[in-house]
């Protein structure tokens, strides 16, 4: 089950408004929210390298690549650098038509809320704000 976001954006400081940043899809773990993602792409948004972190685990390893738009099929990989890699699920990284994300670092700073606080880099952009509230269903 993959687990939804509503984002929203800051941009221009601390004390400017938050804009509607879309519906994103990450993790795919059923009750274990994710916690951490430190990720970034060096071709324009079309693949992902970093790492991840679900609720109760350390960090693994974080692969992506596009499919199609803002969608992205992502692995991951524990056990070392020689370990396999294992379908991470069908992720929505991106709120954005035709300008992919370049760099996402956020974190939650509780295992339980599933808010996620850090910044999100857009190709060609600086980074702004990011705020991301799980969808509860």
């Known amino acids: 089950m993959s687990l939804l976001y509503e984002v929203e954006n800051q941009w221009g400081g601390d004390d400017a408004s938050w804009h509607n940043g879309g519906t ?10 994710l916690i951490a993602i ?17 609720a ?3 960090p693994i390893g ?3 690549i596009l499919s199609d738009g803002n969608n992205y099929f992502v692995e991951n990989q524990w056990g070392g650098d020689d370990a396999p890699w294992h379908n991470g699920g069908q992720w929505i990284i991106g709120g954005r038509s035709k300008q992919n994300v370049v760099e ?5 700073d509780d295992d339980y809320d599933g808010t996620l606080n850090g910044t999100v880099t857009y190709n ?3 980074p702004i704000g990011f705020k991301g509230t799980m969808k509860r269903r």
């Not at 994103?24 to 929210?33: H, L, T």
């Not at 060096?42 to 390298?49: P, Y």
């Open 104 to 108: 996402l670092n956020l974190q939650c």
């Open 38 to 54: 430190n990720i970034k792409s060096d071709d324009g948004g079309k693949t992902f390298h970093g790492n991840m972190t679900y």
């Open 124 to 126: 060609g952009e600086g």
């Open 62 to 64: 974080f692969r992506a």
């Open 24 to 33: 994103w899809v990450m993790g795919c773990r059923p009750r274990q929210n």
């Open 56 to 58: 109760r685990e350390g």
